[in-house]
């Protein structure tokens, strides 16, 4: 199956596995552990896509929350919550 | 995987992994392939990425938080931020100010905020929550099968805390039992 990748993945676009290890790396701001490495390309890429995804989902959702949490903040307060959070 | 065991905590890694990721596990199960001990550090890596991000909006969010009365930030937290959120506010809070809020909402809340709290990261907060509460919660867990998360706790909880979550497990094991022999033994209509 890893070797029908080694064809198929760089025809689909897929990254090789050392740049999917290696953009996980980034990602992670850290070692990984050497185990992941007997993940495919496509695997660690999607591992990638996944992390990326969760953070830009949970930035998203922080940004809304303080817009509504706002709402339920009396007006007279308001002023000095929004010092504080910026 | 070298035993049953193994596998069967690798499974849950996963599954914690894909609760942190907001996936379902079964997009994940490529990595059962990987050892144990790599897929706790993938998680624990995962889990502090996670908790980093945004780490001074949540900081602030936690400081603003002090200018308003526990029953509103409960308000808010259930209202405006939701479990996943809270349970990244929660280990920033004062865990006095924590507790105090916790107080305020409801069982069912603060069981979905459970499942995404890393608990390490509140540990103060954790063994602050009086053990009735913690015994409410786990009622709830149970109650949603969710032993996985129940087992994130473990080591975090003081001896009453402890006492109280196991009371509530055999509780609801004796409910679910009683209840099924009821049902077996209930004359047919």
Known sequence: MEGLYSILGPMRGAKPAEEAFEALRTQLGAELPDGLRRLDGEQLAHLDAAVREARHRQAEALAAAGERALRHVPRLLRGPIRRITG | ?189
């Open chain 2, 1 to 189: 995987m070298s035993t049953a065991a193994d596998a069967r905590q690798g499974r849950a890694e996963i599954l914690k992994l894909a609760r942190i990721l907001q996936r379902d596990p079964t997009e994940l199960g490529y990595l059962q392939r990987i050892s144990l001990a790599d897929l706790r550090a993938l998680r624990d890596r995962v889990t502090d990425v996670l908790w980093n991000a945004n780490s001074s909006t949540l900081n602030r969010l936690a400081a603003a938080s002090k200018l308003l009365p526990a029953a509103l930030t409960a308000r808010i937290s259930e209202r405006a931020f939701g479990p996943l959120l809270s349970a990244r506010m929660a280990g920033r809070l004062e865990p006095e100010n924590a507790v105090s809020v916790a107080k305020r909402l409801p069982i069912p809340f603060l069981a979905d905020l459970a499942i995404e709290l890393d608990p390490r990261r509140a540990s103060a907060v954790i063994s602050l929550i009086p053990p009735a509460q913690i015994a409410a919660i786990t009622g709830e867990l149970v109650r949603r099968g969710e032993y996985v998360t129940m087992g994130r706790f473990v080591g975090h909880m003081g001896d009453a805390a402890m006492a109280a979550a196991l009371g509530a497990m055999d509780a609801r094991r004796c409910f679910r039992s009683r209840s099924r022999s009821r049902t077996r033994t209930a004359p047919t209509a």
